[in-house]
């Protein structure tokens, strides 16, 4: 039996990950990409399988080839939203953050001078 072409291979894969084969899925989509390192399609994939540290790696891969890929673009802006979103949360919940603490230190000086002050 001859190996599947390139879009047999690619369709194999999308039908592993949609039945959560992820791992069936890297496999096949890696076999792709030694075939054609250009194929942004499988790189898209290969992001979306991939754990958030790798998914980066693999959305400025494609933007590499084409850096007006908008699923790509879209993709690295949802990762970056979400970044921020996180450090924004840890902010509110675990202080106000380096700026605002600067100046409630600078507050609390004035109000211990003013109160220090002779009358």
């Known amino acids: 039996m001859a190996s599947p072409n390139r879009e047999e291979l690619y369709r194999m ?18 076999q792709l990409l030694q075939q054609d390192e250009k194929n942004t399609r499988a790189m898209i994939l ?26 790509a673009l879209d993709l690295l802006d949802k ?19 380096a700026g605002a603490t600067v100046i409630l230190v600078l507050a609390l000086l004035m109000v211990i001078s003013a109160a220090l002050a002779p009358i």
């Open 79 to 97: 990762i970056d939203y979400q970044a921020a979103t996180k450090r924004n949360k840890m902010v509110y919940k675990y202080g106000l953050g």
């Open 13 to 30: 894969a999308i039908n592993a990950a949609k039945q959560g084969q992820r791992k069936p899925a890297r496999v096949m989509l890696q």
């Open 46 to 71: 290969m992001a979306k399988l991939s754990s958030p540290g790798e998914r980066k790696q693999w959305l400025n891969r494609v933007l590499d080839i084409d850096p007006s890929h908008d699923e």
